[in-house]
């Protein structure tokens, strides 16, 4: 079995900063790649941001140039770096793992998610 842990949400003003990190641990052979969606009162979950073991990135287009996503392969941990946040941010924060099992069986993984609000 696998678990995915986020942790770091919090209340922030707006044009403020937070870090967001997520860390999968459990039984699998590595890790695919790791995501993290957002999903705020009465919309659709939503992806934010991707990054590949081997340090791929993409990005929503409403977070580009204001969100770094990075991953420490060696402690399984992805981050989030939230900058220049505004109201529209607030959501809560799902983080996402795609891990191989030892057969290369690729099983994906969510966390219980962790709340950001920005809000004066």
């Known amino acids: 079995q696998v678990q995915v842990v986020e942790s770091g949400g919090a209340l922030v003003r707006p044009g403020g900063s937070l870090t967001l990190s997520c860390v999968a641990s459990?039984?699998?052979?590595?890790?695919?790649?790791m995501a993290w969606y957002r999903q705020a009162p009465g919309t659709q979950r939503e992806l934010v941001a991707t990054?590949?073991?081997?340090?791929?990135?993409r990005y929503e287009n409403s977070v580009k140039g204001r969100f770094v996503v990075s991953m420490d392969n060696a402690k399984n941990t992805v981050y989030l770096d939230m900058n220049k946040l505004n109201p529209e941010d607030t959501a809560v924060y799902y983080c996402?793992?795609?891990?191989?099992?030892?057969?290369?069986?690729?099983?994906?993984?969510w966390g219980q998610g962790t709340q950001v609000t920005v809000s004066s």
């Open positions: 996402n793992a795609n891990v191989l099992s030892a057969t290369y069986r690729t099983s994906s993984y």
């Open positions: 990054i590949t073991s081997g340090g791929s990135r």
């Open positions: 459990g039984t699998f052979f590595t890790i695919s790649n």
